[in-house]
């Protein structure tokens, strides 16, 4: 081919790389070489220049030198051309030239490299001058030079260049090299960043401004090859500065000591750079950019570049230094009045960054103590030196030990030495953990109760260490901020009686100093407690309205404050009070004492309708009123922080979700501002069940919340199962837990979730919610306590455990529900404590909601019945470390509840926890929740039902051992289980959730109960065995009534849990064989019957609640005869038994023998039968027999028929004839036979006659005592009458006297057994209530009756004592119908009415009327209770009475 023709060709000149290549194909042999070699030379010398031949002599198709293909592209490059081929040529044309100029070859290779340097610099002059900013070369620019460096490195390699004197020359020909241009000179070990330094003074000036320059250059968005030469640029040149810096030793006659304060300045600088950037208020975006760009620098992967570990601990602890060190232009008292302005979530998150950048190779003690060394011997910069502790707490949450750790050494060395730095270093730091909120560092006041609050405080040992505190806090007053004063004022030091004035000098001080600010100072509230520490006015406030609920009326230190402590009352304890707020439909207790307050002029009528206008402007001004510090709106701030929040999650950067979860704290307390004067201790929120009380703004922030953390959990779980995620739910719910109006907002509207909404809940959100009151269950410690209104759980509980109450197993939809949420409960807090130790993993599994699953699992899933739980698995099957796959089954949207339950059922770790007592159901909670069961919302049908109770009951929980919650093969405890679960759930003891009595499993568990007994009564052949069946119910029913009783005063709360309690035992007792209340006794091989239990049961227990009282309900009086009946078939001689037990009943149980008579008539038929059944025919015994003759004759004498009087017992005839007029059953018609019968009665001078007559006035004035009680159950008017007719007959006998005498009865004694004892200790009232009633004529011959005296002074003072106690009955606000036309006395006019014909009596009654022993008893009794009246007795009836005649009216 001819040379013309090539050129025709070829459209450009053929580099020496063609050429050569071309050459080297061809193998030219051996002995040819030299000629080769020779015509080549000649050839350079014809058609090349030295800077191109320099240029070509690298890579021929050279690519960006951080492109991955870089090393192929060289390694094809090196097969076109040998390199060492082409250095040779290149030095070998050097020397040629060099000698003919007569230079050096050094020195022409530094022209020919500087020469091709400059101009590839000079390229693109254009686009630099579009562009002055940038600072970094293009990508052609930066090819090229690779290019060029590599053919300089083989010059430097065959000793034909000098680096020193090429970055002389390049030195001299820049006025501002590019940094990048260095970095490549660096990179290719031409010259190192170290000798550039060492070169000139100037390097450094220039260095840092290149830096600068190059921190704040931004590339455009679509040159990601610029932004990855910048980052590496910066950190190859700060990775060199801090090997050269900190690399070796630090002492000033070490070898390179020059270049490593060089480096040192050089960081410095641009650590000062870096925060001025931060401190400028207004920064640049380059300038935020750059800051940030070079806070990234820091960072622990240049330990593997140039420098070492050690050298990189020595650069951040420098680095740490200068940061807290730098710019000290704070004084302490700025850094305690502006300390507020910097926690975390305010401060430059620039700072921040850095902060934890510098910190995240040291572990926090080492950062501590040095902390505390710098400042000890440094002046620091008070704002930095805070936000650094902030930041220490935010990225590490396990740092609190270590600050109370350095806070204690830092106030022992203070009050050892009496020094005023360590003192105020301690107080700064602890106020500054404080304002991170609770989640981070305990409060302020609680610190400085724990430190100083107590005998043991640092304070406490000397007067001198007293006095060393005092003086500090009085100096700290003119700096100190409002709310650091009260906690001071609210919660003082201890201080020994002997030095109280010290601090009460103190106080005064701080309180006047509050006073200059206009900042309220009457703090103290109107309940103090023992120690003297007073409470809030919010606190003060729900006391009051506690105590206004209780007790009816406004308490009297409210009284007292309103009038003796006005300016606290007017200007603290109102403005609490009348908070405005949506007020609720119904009055609450704090409106009713609003109004009470007003209605006694106590709250000013302005401030009152102030009240009134904001209370209803609040609903509209919620959202106005409430808004962050940046003036966004609350809820788009929250969600923008909440939506990084979950990015963070989902990266897993630990450090960052603790600092984004402080700047949400920092959020959610503007929206939810939290009360200063709030008191120490665990707070109690009152959670309303009914209404919700949260408004409407809270209510959205609480849902954005709780959607964000089931975000959250959804994606974390994607990528790791609980145990290896980092802990950001735990410190989620630890921020929410500081802020007790959030809390309180949150668990409102978690309970309305659960308790009303549970099943509308996706999976995503059970799954989440679950998460979340796991996190809660495991926080109990800093949790709050929990009050329900209305109390539906006995005591306060955390609020987990509050939360875990709204799920309940009433119906099918709910049972679904609350299976759901607990296995994804227990579920994940399984596999999240897997990896704690083995103590703490049950703090993450709550053991409400594992009961839960224990009562749910085996009554849903039947095949959990036929599995008992223990310790151990199944074998072969789950084990413990099967954790991710116990997740995955309930995380898994395609698992059925079912697999999950039957996955969980058998796994390893949920058998072992039933062995720990707190997650062990016992069967009384098994009973309470089955009982709260409605039947016709029931997941099982009925004979399921039945099934399911069946196994529970007799293979559950009878063999089960009693430690466990079980009987222990007891079946008479198992019996006494059900009887007091179903006594509890009658009473409302247990069920209080909503659910009514009505369609509950009642019936199904009563009839559990009947198998049993029954079982009981048949299985021993032995009368033993009934004997036991016998005591057992009985004893179980007085246990249950006694307990209702809580002391010997009587109250109508406790009556009125007797009687619900008595209800509930009676509607079990007439669901039993009425043969189980008769004991059979076998003595001396005959069968007989004991009563003795059934009496003292009635006498103890029935008499107590019956309505009215003095007689039993028909069922319980008609089961008792059917059990005595029932019982004495059983014995030999059945009529012989039943008669003794009759009579037993007749003389020790008068209370059933009068509810028989009452209703004999109904009764008779049925017992009849049921006695001629069991008795093949025979007729009646004859104490039975005997009430049908008692009926009879009381028939005959209310028709004027004239008939013998019956021998039977007086009371049982009294009875009948209370029956047929007084107890409702005779007719107008017939009163002139009773007045006959009466009459006849008291005609006959039998002892018997007279008792007929005193038990029957007994009666009616039972009836007349239950007028009083309840006037709208009985005729006061007929009572009254039918008292007087029998007075009438008796009034000339003493025994009348005798029922109104307790303690004197004698044969009468048994009466008071017939009626309540309430009515009993009305029986005074009664007296004068029917006295003042009659005529004079009849008044006359009660006062000559022989004892009336006595007893009339007697029941006045047990009436006076009546009134004193309270327990006469209330006046009854409207009239009975039948009361229209003569008004019913009431309790007071009684009483006055009482004192006048008492002393009218004395004075006409003969001084021999009492005794001398009975008149001393009744002066002495009457001087404290009515004093004239005691005068009266003295005077009238005394031994100088006798020789006197004085009428004393």
């Known amino acids: 081919m001819s040379l013309s023709a090539s050129c025709s060709s070829v459209s450009q000149k053929r580099t020496l ?130 290019v060029l460096l590599q053919s300089s490195r083989e010059l430097l390699s065959l000793g034909a260049l000098c680096p020193e004197l090429l970055w002389q020359e390049y030195w001299k020909a820049q006025k501002q090299p590019k940094l990048e241009v260095v970095y490549h000179l660096h990179s290719h070990n031409i010259l190192t960043l170290k000798y550039i330094l060492e070169s000139d003074e100037a390097v450094r000036s220039w260095l840092v401004s290149e830096l600068k320059a190059l921190c704040g250059w931004m590339a455009p968005e679509d040159q990601q090859e610029a932004r990855q030469v910048q980052r590496e640029v910066l950190s190859t040149v700060v990775g060199v500065l801090v090997g050269a810096g900190f690399e070796g030793s630090q002492e000033p006659a070490a070898p390179n000591r020059r270049v490593s304060l060089l480096c040192c300045s050089v960081l410095d600088h641009m650590l000062a750079w870096l925060l001025d950037t931060m401190d400028k208020t207004q920064t640049t975006q380059c300038g935020r950019a750059g800051a940030e760009l070079w806070i990234q620098l820091f960072d622990a992967s240049l330990c593997g570049a140039t420098a070492s ?66 400042l000890e011997t440094h002046e620091v910069n008070w704002q930095h030196v805070l936000s650094f502790l902030s930041a220490l707490l935010v990225y590490n949450p396990d740092a609190q030990p270590s600050l109370r750790e350095l806070l204690s050494r830092l106030l022992s060395s203070a009050f050892d030495g009496y020094d005023l730095e360590n003192m105020i270093t301690a107080f700064l730091l602890a106020r500054q953990g404080a304002l991170e909120g609770p989640g981070f560092f305990p409060s302020y006041s609680d610190w400085f109760k724990m430190s100083f609050g107590g005998a043991s405080g640092y304070h406490a040992a000397s007067k001198k260490s007293l006095v060393f505190l005092l003086k500090f806090l009085s100096d700290l007053v003119p700096f100190d901020p409002p709310q650091y004063l009260k906690v001071h004022i609210l919660h003082p030091p201890y201080v020994a009686m002997k030095h109280r004035s010290l601090l009460m000098e103190y106080i005064s001080l701080a309180k006047t100093r509050l006073a200059d600010l206009k900042v309220s100072v009457e703090d103290m509230g109107l309940y103090e407690d023992v120690s003297g520490a007073a409470g809030a006015p919010v606190q003060d406030v729900d006391k009051a309205v506690s105590l206004f609920e209780s007790a009816g009326r406004i308490s009297a230190a409210v009284m007292e404050a309103s009038i003796f402590r006005r300016p606290y009352f007017l200007t603290r304890f109102l403005p609490a009070l009348l908070t405005p707020r949506v007020l609720p439909v119904k009055a609450d207790a704090r409106m009713s004492f609003i109004e009470a307050l007003k209605k006694a002029d106590k709250i000013p009528a302005a401030q009152y309708s102030s009240y009134v206008e904001s209370c209803q402007r609040q609903r509209q001004q919620e959202r106005n009123a409430l808004c962050v510090e940046n003036h966004d ?80 959990m959804l994606d974390a779980s994607r990528a790791n199962p609980p145990n290896k995620q980092i802990p950001w739910a735990s410190r989620f719910v630890s921020v929410l837990l500081g802020n007790t109006q959030l809390l309180s907002s949150l668990t409102h509207r978690l309970w309305d979730l659960f308790h009303n909404q549970g099943s509308s809940l996706s999976a995503a959100h059970v799954l989440g919610l679950a998460a979340f009151v796991v996190h809660l269950h495991a926080s109990n410690s800093q949790s709050p306590l929990v009050q329900t209104v209305p109390a539906l759980l006995p005591t306060l509980v955390p609020v987990a455990e509050a939360l875990g109450s709204a799920l309940v197993c009433s119906t099918h939809t709910n049972m679904l529900f609350c299976v759901r949420f607990c296995l994804a409960a227990v579920c994940y807090g399984i596999c999240r404590g897997d990896s704690l130790p083995q103590h703490q993993q049950q703090d993450y599994v709550p053991n409400s909601l594992y009961k839960k699953l224990l009562y749910l699992i085996p009554r849903l899933l039947p095949e959990a019945r036929r599995t008992p739980l223990t310790g151990e698995g199944p074998e072969g099957e789950y084990h413990e470390e099967d954790h991710p796959g116990l997740w995955r089954s309930t995380a898994d949207a395609n698992t059925t509840w079912r697999k999950s339950a039957w996955h969980l059922w058998r796994h390893a770790a949920f058998r072992q926890l039933v062995q720990i007592p707190q997650y062990q159901l016992f069967f009384s909670e098994w009973l309470a929740t089955e009982l709260r069961v409605q039947r016709n919302e029931d997941a099982l049908p009925d004979p399921d039902r039945q099934e399911y109770q069946q196994w529970a009951c007799l293979e559950l929980y009878l063999s089960c051992p009693v430690e466990q919650g079980g009987c222990g093969g007891d079946i008479r405890s198992l019996c006494a289980h059900i009887l007091n679960a179903i006594m509890d759930q009658q009473s409302g003891l247990l069920d209080q959730s909503g659910v009514s009595e009505t369609g509950t499993c009642l019936p199904d568990i009563l009839s559990r109960l009947q198998e049993l007994v029954y079982e009981m009564e048949v299985s021993g052949h032995s009368s033993r065995s009934r004997v036991d069946v016998c005591d057992f119910l ?113 003389l020790r149980c008068p209370l059933l023998l009068v509810s028989t008579v009452h ?153 008071t057994m017939v009626t309540r004892d309430e009515c009993t200790r009305l029986m005074p009232l009664a007296f004068y209530s029917l006295l003042l009633q009659q005529s004079a004529e009849l008044l006359d011959r009660a006062v000559r009756c022989p004892g009336f005296l006595h007893t009339a002074v007697l029941c006045y003072i047990n009436l006076l004592q009546l009134f004193l106690d309270g327990d006469t009955p209330k006046p009854s606000s409207e009239p009975h119908a039948n009361q229209v036309t003569e008004p019913r006395a009431e309790p007071s006019q009684i009483l006055s009415r009482a004192q006048q014909f008492l002393l009218r009596t004395i004075s006409q009654t003969s001084p021999t009327a009492l005794s001398s022993s009975q008149l001393r008893q009744l002066e002495s009794q009457c001087a404290e209770l009515d004093p004239e009246v005691a005068a009266a007795l003295s005077l009238h009836l005394g031994p100088d009475s006798l020789s006197q005649e004085m009428d004393f009216l």
């Open 17 to 146: 790389s063609s050429l050569l290549a071309g050459r080297v194909v061809k193998r030219p042999r051996q002995e040819d070489g030299q000629r080769l070699q020779e015509a080549a030379v000649q050839l350079l010398n014809q058609q090349q220049s030295l800077c191109s031949l320099l240029e070509e002599a690298g890579s021929p198709n050279p690519r960006n030198l951080f492109c991955k293909e870089n090393a192929e592209q060289r390694g094809a490059a090196s097969e076109g051309l040998p390199s060492a081929m082409a250095g040779s040529l290149l030095v070998c044309e050097l020397r040629r030239q060099a000698g003919q100029l007569g230079v050096p070859v050094a020195a022409l290779s530094v022209r020919m490299v500087l020469e091709r340097l400059m101009e590839i610099i000079r390229t693109e002059e254009e686009e630099e001058e579009e562009d002055k900013r940038r600072v970094l070369l293009t990508s052609s620019q930066r090819t090229r030079l690779c």
């Open 309 to 374: 570990p050690a050298a990189l601990r020595r650069f951040f602890t420098h680095s740490l230094t200068n940061a807290l060190t730098y710019k000290p232009r704070l004084t302490v008292s700025d850094a305690i009045a502006m300390q507020s302005e910097w926690s975390f979530a305010k401060a430059s998150r620039s700072l921040t960054s850095l902060f934890r950048k510098l910190a995240v190779i040291f572990s926090v003690e080492e950062l501590l103590c040095h902390l505390q060394q710098v």
């Open 633 to 712: 709106d609350p809820l788009e701030v929250l969600k923008v922080q909440l939506q990084e929040f979950r990015e963070l999650v989902v990266e897993g950067n630990d450090g960052e979700v603790s600092a984004q979860l402080s700047r949400i704290s920092h959020t959610l307390s503007a929206i939810f501002p939290d009360r200063p004067e709030e008191p120490i201790g665990q707070t109690v929120i009152k959670l309303h069940t009914d209404t919700p009380l949260s408004p409407e703004l809270h209510v959205n922030v609480v849902n954005m919340i709780l959607r964000n953390f089931c975000q959250c």
């Open 1034 to 1146: 009985f004893e179980l029913a007085s246990q249950r009534c006694s307990s209702t009783v809580t002391s010997d005063s009587p109250s109508i709360s406790g009556e009125l849990s007797l009687q619900h309690a008595l209800q509930t035992w009676n509607r079990v007792l007439l669901a039993l064989p009425a043969v189980s209340f008769v004991t059979v006794k076998n003595e001396g091989g005959r069968m007989t019957l004991d009563c003795h239990n059934l009496i003292e049961h009635v006498n103890q227990h029935q008499r107590k609640a019956c309505s009215p009282a003095g007689l039993l309900p028909y069922h319980v009086t008609a089961h008792f005869l059917r059990g005595v009946l029932s019982a004495g078939v059983r014995c030999g001689h059945s009529s012989e038994e039943v008669n003794k037990a009759w009579s037993q009943i007749s």
């Open 1159 to 1311: 209703w004999w008539e109904r009764a008779s038929p049925m017992l009849l039968s049921l006695w001629r059944h069991l008795c093949d025919g025979d007729p009646l015994p004859k104490q039975l027999q005997l009430l049908t003759d008692c009926q009879h004759w009381v028939c005959s004498s209310g028709k004027g028929m004239s008939s013998p009087v019956p021998a039977a017992p007086a009371l049982l005839l009294a009875a009948g004839l209370h029956r047929a007029w007084g107890g409702g059953g005779g007719r107008r018609g017939e009163n002139r036979g009773f007045r006959n019968t009466l009459e006849m009665l008291g005609a006959e001078r039998e002892r018997q006659c007279r008792q007929v007559l005193v038990f029957l006035l007994f009666l009616c004035i039972n009836d007349l005592i239950w007028t009083f009680l309840y006037p709208q159950e009985k005729s006061h008017q007929r009572a009254r009458a039918l008292c007087t007719d029998v007075l009438t007959v008796l009034v000339d006998s003493p025994d009348w006297l005798l029922i109104f005498k307790p303690n004197e009865q004698g044969l009468y004694q048994s009466v």
